[in-house]
Nanobody, 124 residues
Framework: QVLLVESGGGLVQAGGSLRLSCAASGRTFRSYVMGWFRQAPGLKRVSVARISRSGGNTYYADSVKGRFTISRDNAKNTVYLQMNSLKPEDTAAYYC?????????????????WGQGTQVTLSS
């Protein structure tokens, strides 16, 4: 069982930056592939970024590539999402998720544990 708690969301102007954090409970954090998803109002939840268990491999949605960076600190049981050059279309609730699968998948159904979400709102 893994408990995930996101933080770092807020209101930010277009062009600005935010760093989201997701703290995980338990001593097996390093055995989970981690992902960040987001859900805008009226839309389905979609994958934003994923990271392998070691942190050596990262993957991004085309919409955020070059602007967002996912990273993890296994010693601190935390995964991060650094978001730069934010755009109004980045407005969404952001969720971190953990999966025991070996491959950092984009499928929501492949993730076993989810945080409660943190809201990111862009003002133009």
């Amino acid at each position: 069982q893994v408990l995930l708690v996101e933080s770092g969301g807020g209101l930010v102007q277009a062009g600005g930056s935010l760093r989201l954090s997701c703290a995980a409970s338990g001593r097996t954090f390093r055995s989970y592939v981690m992902g960040w998803f987001r859900q805008a109002p009226g839309l389905k939840r979609v994958s934003v970024a994923r990271i392998s268990r070691s942190g050596g491999n990262t993957y991004y949605a085309d919409s955020v590539k070059g602007r967002f960076t996912i990273s993890r600190d296994n010693a601190k049981n935390t995964v991060y999402l650094q978001m730069n050059s934010l755009k109004p279309e980045d407005t969404a609730a952001y969720y971190c998720a953990a999966t025991t699968r070996l491959i950092p998948t984009v499928r929501e159904d492949d993730y076993d544990y989810w945080g409660q979400g943190t809201q990111v709102t862009l003002s133009s």
